[in-house]
DNA sequence: TTCGATGCAAACCATTTGCATTAAC
DNA sequence: GTTAATGCAAATGGTTTGCATCGAA
């Protein structure tokens, strides 16, 4: 983990832009929680442990930074918060997600599902892809492990 | 169009919900504006003319209703604002959609195209899909014909 | 007549911004 | 020493809510 904080930090210095240590300890929370989607204030809290005196716009203006550079990916399920999802290295593209759409839990799917689809897009619609963004909602293993079913699910709580 | 109000009203009273002049009005709007993914906004602005007592808020609650209904769907590119499409009768599943990185339009795609994603993933993670979300980023045909590249759009304004 | 639906204004809440201060380079 | 970065508080903007009134059934 130490030198994938290390090629971050090098990221942001290429960028010119500067080393803080309230840059740093975003970095470190969001490689200590990369399996979690965490949102701008999970991430302001975690990282005020570590450094009390931060403020929440630093925050936001570090995830937007580090957006800018492709280190994290800013996704919407729809909830009204953005999270943010550490882009693994070499990425082309963001991963996908499958929702509960019981518990809200959030699995990550690291292959690229679309190659197919995507060569079919870009041929019938001449539309040229630079990314995208893949959510499925359902129910997830556990949950009907525990006899959810799609139709215990009352109303359209899907997008938002 | 018109048996297609017909419709919605009946469902409006399925489901025991009374019908408004101001429901009628917004559906009319979503159905004279079925190529648009419109704004909560957008459509209050539309009904507005057709109703002009009518308040912001009961277009929220209308729409949000509608969703309920699944006559809408709610989506969301990332730009802050919901936007609201008229799904087909009987369509299972959300449309996908193109949405350019340069001008900002957005393509519909009616077709299907995760039947085979789908199935594995249902496999593969046990997880059972009752909807998904499939936008791609990218360049359309237009501004591409513009000269517009995949280089010439700098920072990554992909998802807010 | 009754209870859900409406309009208005106020409340909410995630995010952004202005500005004086601080600190990385 | 310069200039970007920070922290705070205030502003923003889409959306929601409380409540008195209204109107569809």
């Known amino acids: 983990m130490q030198d ?66 492709k280190v994290v990916d ?10 943010f999802d550490l882009r693994k290295e070499g990425a082309k593209h963001f991963h996908h997600h499958l929702v ?7 699995e990550e799917i690291e292959d690229d599902l679309l190659e197919d689809v995507e060569k079919k897009v870009e041929n019938q619609f001449k539309f040229q892809i630079v990314d995208h963004r893949l959510t499925f909602h359902g129910i997830c293993k556990k949950c009907a492990a525990e006899g959810i079913t799609i139709d215990s699910l009352k109303s359209n709580k899907i997008s938002e």
Do not use: W
Not at 23 to 38: G, I, Q
Not at 58 to 69: D, K, M, Q, S, W
Not at 100 to 106: D, E, R, W
């Open 74 to 83: 800013k996704i919407n399920f729809g909830d009204g918060v953005a999270r």
């Open 4 to 69: 994938r904080i290390e090629k971050i930090k090098e990221q942001l210095h290429n960028a010119s832009y500067k080393l803080t240590p309230q840059r740093e300890a975003t970095v470190t929370v969001l490689l200590e929680n990369e399996a979690d989607h965490l949102s701008a204030e999970d991430i302001f809290l975690k990282v005020k442990e570590r450094a009390p005196e931060i403020g929440l716009a630093t925050v936001y203006r570090t995830l937007e930074l580090l957006a800018e550079l």
């Open 100 to 106: 509960c759409m019981h518990c809200g839990s959030v």
